[in-house]
């Protein structure tokens, strides 16, 4: 597929100035523009693991995984090694990922009874007035779906398929939330579109199942212009790899399920080659949180896990991948989040992302077209924990509020964190507390930290600018029924 039949794709579908104009997005005389100029629309394709660690990928310094697709989509793109999620849990990390804004601007910071993510059948979901980056490719005349884990409600307003995807194929929460002895919760549910196709899910099929799923969209839509949202099941716990890669690694169920999801990736890409679609495919391969402490993942370097603000829980391995577009071989060490898809996204798509709101995402092309001198969009980094402020980040250092008592997102209470000031740049373990030898740069962090208490609130704080989430009266099991 050429880029004139893709210009010529959306002539076709009268997709001029007026018809894309959409509530909520700028329209002072803009005129849609394609970022990179020649009218193309790209396809975009987003692999988000679960629970996938920083130093899981051999790309990425793991001696124990073996993963020659992901290393050669490094090889070949774009290593970030300081790319954030915004919460070191699902369903909001997951909520940023859709919108571009921090969960707690969202509301989709906690659950409806004040837990870190969500679980069946709440009454809670990403609200619907929330602009996804789905919504905003479809308007783009892009065909749209997800496949694999969603995670932002399973309540029919708040299903992918109602939110700009044109199709949805998987486990709408996370793996461990099937039948349990202490909840309620129903056999774990396959759903394609909205309705339930098999419960309990058959776990050890679902990676290549998933990846077929992708496989058969990349092919029906190699004509148009597409979006491909591919949220991993794995390597979140219950850890289950396909027959053919069990027993096959060095490192257990875990080694097993990130060299099925390499294999895997490696069949996309390839699937793009054989396409003739590489060229005008970007590809992001990450993940939505660091990797536990209890299942064989590893965030090495960095300090900690997930369900913590120290880097192993929110900063993840990234690779950008799209041959004449982004450069080969190269590594941005620069602060780039999931946010800021949605607005890089729209922007190389020839739109905008929404300006009746605040969107706390940034446009990234500079970094990622590697432009000379580019630096990160943003001035700070925020590290929330639930609804507390615990850390905040600009350029190289990260300052770890004081906090009695500090909030865990399971487990009791930390009683007492001291304040901390690392220099991520030549520590990036997070081990050389530097406060006493820096109070002008912890005064400046200090001074960052309270402009987001201002903003998104901190605890008992309310902050300025926030937006309820989405919510259902008489929420419903999804269920397998005989039709
Ligand atoms: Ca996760």
Known sequence: MKNLNRRDFLKAAGLTAASLAMPGCHSDGWQ???????????????????????????????????????????????KFTSFYVTSSVCTPSRASLMTGCYPKRLDMHQDSHGKCVLFPVDKKGLNPNEITIAEILKRRGY??????????????PFLPTRRGFDYYFGVPYSNDMGVRKETSNPPLPLVRNEKVIEAPAVQHTLTKRYTEEAIKFINKNRDRPFFLYLPHTMVHDPLNPGKEFRGKSANGLYGDAVEEIDFYTGQILNTLKDLDLDKNTFVIFTSDNGASDRYGGSNAPLRGHKGTTFEGGMREPCIMWWPGQI??????????????LLPTFALLAGTQPPADRIIDGRNIWPLISAKPKAKSPHRAFYYYQIDQLQAVR??????????????????????????????????????????????????????????????????????????QAGWVENPKPLLLTSK
């Open 143 to 156: 065909a749209t779906c997800c496949i694999g884990k969603w995670h932002l409600g399973d309540q029919p």
């Open 394 to 467: 600009s350029g190289k250092w990260k300052l770890h509020l004081p906090l009695t008592p500090k909030k865990r997102h399971w487990g009791k209470p930390i009683p007492h964190a001291p304040l901390a000031l690392y220099d991520l740049e030549n520590d990036i373990a997070e081990k050389n507390n530097l406060a006493q030898h820096h109070p002008n740069v912890v005064k400046h962090l200090l001074a960052l930290a309270e402009e987001a208490r201002r903003d998104l609130g901190d605890l008992d704080r309310k902050g300025a600018n926030l937006r």
């Open 32 to 78: 849609p523009q394609a970022l990179l100029g020649d009218g193309s629309a790209p396809n975009f394709i987003i692999i988000f693991c679960d629970d996938l660690g920083y130093g899981d990928l051999g790309c990425f310094g793991s001696k124990l995984h073996r993963t020659p697709n992901l290393d050669r989509m490094a090889d070949e793109g774009m």
């Open 327 to 340: 450069p080969a071989g190269k590594t941005c060490h620069q602060i780039a989040v999931t946010m800021d």
